[in-house]
């Protein structure tokens, strides 16, 4: 089936070059980075995550959005679903790529990530988040592909494929699950050290990733001859509008206990992000942007007019896009560090070299992304004809 990706329109391969373009941009930073060391990123002894890892934080939830739906259709036998898991299934595959390249570049010395391999520590989170990553990316990348090679030869898939569907399922909370642990495993950290971390990253999943994969249902509808289907983009705007409200509820639950119990070293963290302290409040127009737009996204999303016209609820999801990245993406990684335990504020902005870096490892998702669908749609397009 890889034949499928080298042929194509002149629109594809335009693309694929524009992204090349922007992975040898961040590629060339990226080597800069190596031989200078992370000194060229915003980083410091206080703030030791900033925007890769904040990157990988947020593409974890899109990931196991994936499972939202594989989960109706093979469990539930939602037949609808058929025609985009494929893609939910692949854009997990993308997510998870960018993922560990994320962990990657934000490591000075990307060699001794071995190390967790040559010396497995099973009392370690990291470990284990190692672990439900590389076999996502696993279980993922190869149910995908041998379900489509079976849709394209009009076979029913082969039974030994099914134990790892349904080992996929449970696998895809999981990697946020693992990933939600090691914030509030942390016990020096008060803003991250909270029982609802875990549901909380999966609410906001499962809002984003559906959120993106309505989006891209909607761009492979305009350029491609596959349609995937009108119902199946409104179940994933229901899934949205229930997950976008839990998300939110979550919040003002966090808010209520951190601010009742008026706990310095939890209080402190919410001041610095939403108020600031003295002179110190960088995130805070960001922040308001965040909850106010995703207050008002999850108001509009319920409302069926809103929901059933397609223009709109794209514009609904890119916003939800948009703020839960400034909550998960941004705002949890640098809120947790700022203050430090000691009190002390030292603010993190991302440089110039830092974006670049994320941003070409961005475009090798979506490379990897725009070659995958355009075999799944290239297939689809080929049983329908």
């Not at 001794?112 to 284990?128: A, C, H």
């Not at 988040?129 to 279980?139: A, E, K, Q, W």
């Not at 020096?188 to 499962?206: E, H, K, V, Y």
């Not at 514009?315 to 947790?336: A, Q, R, S």
Request: net charge positive; proline share 5%.
């Amino acid at each position: 089936m890889l034949e499928k990706a080298l042929v194509g329109s002149k629109r594809y391969f335009q693309l694929l070059g524009f992204l090349g373009v922007l992975m040898v941009v961040g590629g060339v930073m990226y080597l800069w980075q190596l031989r200078f060391g992370l000194g060229i990123t915003g980083m410091s002894r206080d703030v030791s995550w900033g925007f890769y890892i904040a990157q990988f934080t947020y593409l974890v939830g899109v990931a196991a959005s994936a499972v939202m739906v594989v989960l109706p259709y093979y469990l539930h036998n939602y037949k609808a679903f058929g025609r985009i898991a494929i893609l939910g299934e692949f854009l997990a595959v993308a997510a998870v790529t960018m993922c560990i390249l994320f962990i990657v570049v934000d490591l000075g010395r990307p060699d001794r990530i071995l190390n967790v391999l040559k010396y497995p520590t099973p009392n370690s989170v990291l470990f284990w988040d190692m672990v439900v990553l590389n076999g996502y990316l696993f279980l993922n990348l190869l149910c995908g592909w041998v379900i489509l090679e079976s849709e394209r030869n009009e076979v029913a898939p082969p039974k030994w494929i099914k134990p790892f569907i349904y080992i996929a399922i449970p696998w895809a909370p999981s990697i946020h699950t693992v990933t939600a642990f090691l914030y509030a495993g942390l016990p020096g950290r008060g803003f991250w050290r909270t029982a609802i971390m875990a549901p909380s990253f999966l609410s906001s999943a499962f809002a984003s990733g559906p959120s993106l994969l309505i989006l891209l249902c909607l761009l492979v509808r305009r350029f491609t001859n596959f349609d995937p289907g009108k119902e199946q983009i409104q179940t994933l705007g229901k899934i949205v509008a229930y997950a976008i409200i839990i998300n939110v509820f979550f919040f003002f639950c966090e808010v209520f206990t951190v601010f009742y119990s008026q706990i310095p070293e939890h209080t402190q963290h919410f001041y610095y992000l939403f108020k600031g302290i003295g002179p110190y409040g960088k995130l805070v127009p960001l922040m308001w942007v965040s909850i106010v737009g995703m207050i008002f996204a999850a108001l509009a999303i319920v409302a069926p007019k809103v929901r059933q016209n397609e223009t709109t609820l794209a514009l609904v999801c890119g916003l939800i896009l948009l703020t839960t990245w400034l909550e998960k993406g941004f705002g949890l990684m640098v809120g947790g560090f700022v203050p430090n335990p000691f009190g002390k504020i030292t603010e993190y902005w991302p440089t110039l070299p830092e974006v670049l870096v994320a941003l070409g490892v961005w475009a090798t998702g979506f490379f990897i992304l725009t070659i995958l669908y355009k075999i799944a749609t290239s297939i689809k397009e080929e049983i329908r004809a």
